[in-house]
């Protein structure tokens, strides 16, 4: 054996025709022609196809119980396959290795799932025992892809920052407890019981302070953990790009991560982007779009219906009406299929001259033509005197049903100017993306007085609306209707951080006590500076068009938070928690 010498079973092509080789790997499939063995041998590179003659392998009768996922070695020589028989499912197929040894270094258990599946279908295995059995898993071709292609996608991110003057620092595993929106997973600390450290849910306050020490182009690929409940694209540990950036706007962190996804899709797919990205409001995105986050490969907007550009006939039709227009003609049977479902709307088709649907003896045609720009060709769906939701909902069953097409693969866009506060559920106001985000420049002096007004103010409600509307300097990037990054420009003014820390409800000491070490390194010279996390898993998984983020990460968890290769959570030796002082109690029911 040779690491220096290794050859991979996807890479044996013409050049080695004639030669002898040495090859490793697991035996994906057996076939027993009497004397005569076909085996495909795999590795993480691919497959090749043995042929072990009996009259030419010394060990042929040590080989009686081959099977699927032995691990063997083989020596033998590569030949040119015959023409009729080439395999063009694999980049392989027009060779083959005619064996003169082989070695069976392990044998495989029977197997709980076939491995073996051709790849080009889907996966059938259930997917609770392929997390069991990950290691399993991971050795189908697919799998392997996913993980080398992350790596490929994270490498060329790291070359692409250091190229352009970032330095990737490490922060702390162990960290302090500070309140990030969602809950912090606590470690328990042995030489100081009764005290705990979190598990960072970002880097925010290590990179901010990095900034404030003069690094100021931070990056990292960075482990972050939230407890929070899990769905397909959220995981209990995940892997961000953090950046932060000093002496910048918010246009260089768009431009710099337009320019970074450009070149990285460029290198690792083959896909040129178009940049810049689209950039909207969050009032534009939530008015026209319903969404914060839209997915704008479908064109096809729902906007407001103006009655006074187009009146409606119809004194039935009441209250909020919305309209989705789409550039072609729907069919009888989807729009059947709709009213199947119990969604109650009207509708018009026009095809050239001709105009038909339960909307037509409502309106003016002439003036539907002048609000969808004189189309030759379309269909109106309108919905009344109910939520517009639904007819987003009708949306995403043209979407799902592929009535509606996308105009393209992948969708980068900017949301920003974000409110820079939100209303819980209990009434109170809380940061809508973290307490050091910068307020939007047009809206800072009515910050000012509406803070004045809020000091001063015995009915606080009167105050709410107006905070709600204040804009803040933050931004999401999406991407097909997923939210891939968020980041903001940060505040670094310490009398208008102490001001949003006092509208959520913290108190000097009790900033003082979760973010002192922030705020006293900002008295020191502190530089203007922002940043963004892009989530990599997700990101990652949508290029890749997974199911899931589980698919392009190597140990992930289930829905319920478990790790159903190692068992985890479970559960600690008594002595264990005794040391650190702590006991359990059964959770309330």
């Known amino acids: 054996m040779g690491y220096e010498n290794r050859i991979w079973c996807g890479t044996i092509g013409a050049k080695y025709v004639n030669q002898k080789v040495e090859l490793f790997g697991w035996v994906n499939r057996v076939r027993d022609m009497g004397g005569i063995l076909f085996v495909d041998l795999r590795d993480r590179s691919g497959i090749i196809q043995l042929v072990v003659d009996q009259k030419k392998v010394s060990n042929f009768d040590d080989l009686a119980g081959l099977s ?12 040119q396959r015959p023409r009729d028989k080439i395999n063009t499912r694999l980049p392989t197929g027009e060779y083959e290795v005619d064996v003169e040894r082989i070695d069976i270094l392990s044998k495989s258990d029977p197997l709980p799932f076939a491995i073996n599946e051709e790849d080009y279908k889907e996966i059938s ?8 059995y990950r290691f399993l898993d991971l050795r189908r071709p697919r799998m392997f892809r996913n993980l080398y292609f992350r790596h490929k996608f994270i490498k060329k991110i790291r070359d692409f920052l250091d190229e352009n003057g970032f330095i990737e620092v490490e922060t702390p595993i162990l960290s302090k407890p500070t309140p990030e929106g969602a809950r ?9 019981p009764g005290k705990f450290y979190a598990l960072p849910q970002s880097p925010q306050l290590y990179k901010q302070i990095l900034m404030v020490s003069g690094i100021d182009r931070y ?5 972050c953990l939230r407890d929070e409940d899990l769905r397909a694209d959220r995981q209990p540990e995940f892997t961000q790009l953090d950046l932060e950036m000093s002496f910048i706007d918010q246009e260089d962190i768009f431009n710099l991560i337009e320019n970074l996804l450009k070149e990285v899709l460029l290198s690792t797919m083959g896909i040129e982007l178009q940049t810049p990205f689209p950039r909207i409001s969050y009032k534009i995105a939530m008015e026209e779009y319903l969404s914060d986050k839209p997915d704008l490969r479908f064109p096809y907007p729902i906007k407001r219906f103006d009655t006074q550009k187009v009146p409606i006939n119809n004194e039935n039709l009441r209250g909020e009406v919305y309209y989705l227009f789409i550039p072609f003609i729907l069919n009888r049977k989807e729009i059947d299929n709709l009213y199947n479902k119990g969604y109650k709307f009207l509708y018009l088709i026009r095809e050239g001259e001709n105009y038909k649907g339960t909307l037509l003896k409502y309106i003016q045609v002439e003036k539907m033509n002048e609000l969808v720009e004189n189309r030759e060709v379309y269909t109106v769906l309108l919905t009344f005197d109910q939520p517009r939701d639904k007819l987003d909902e009708i949306k995403r069953i043209l979407i799902d049903r592929k009535v509606l097409l996308p105009a393209c693969s992948f969708y980068f866009l900017w949301v920003k100017d974000f409110p820079l506060f939100k209303l819980e559920e209990d009434g109170k106001i809380s940061s809508e993306h973290h307490p050091f985000t910068n307020v939007h420049p ?3 002096d009515y910050l000012y007085e509406l803070y004045n007004e809020f000091r001063l103010s015995v009915n606080f409600s009167d105050i709410v609306p107006k905070l709600l509307n204040i804009k803040s300097l ?15 420009i940060r505040i670094t003014d310490p009398e208008l951080q102490k001001m949003i820390f006092h509208i959520i409800g913290l108190t000097d000491e009790e900033a003082n006590s979760k973010f002192g070490f922030l705020l006293n390194s900002f008295r ?12 990599l898993d997700r990101i990652i998984s949508i290029l890749l068009m997974t199911n899931s983020i589980r698919d392009v990460i190597a140990f992930p968890k289930t829905q319920s938070g478990s790790c159903l290769l190692t068992n985890s959570p479970s559960e600690v030796d008594r002595n264990q928690l005794l040391e650190l002082g702590i006991n359990t109690v059964p959770l309330a029911q």
Do not use: C
């Open 68 to 79: 699927n996922e032995d691990v063997i070695r083989v020596v033998g020589v590569v030949r």
């Open 125 to 132: 295995t259930d997917e609770s025992l392929r997390l069991r």
């Open 184 to 192: 912090d997973f606590l470690v328990p600390s042995r030489l100081q």
């Open 219 to 223: 990056f990292q690929i960075a482990k």
């Open 442 to 444: 047009e809206d800072k």
């Open 474 to 488: 933050a931004y999401d990037l999406v991407l097909n209707g997923v939210e891939v990054g968020s980041g903001s």
């Open 524 to 535: 020191y010279g502190v530089p203007p500076h922002g940043g963004i996390a892009l989530g």
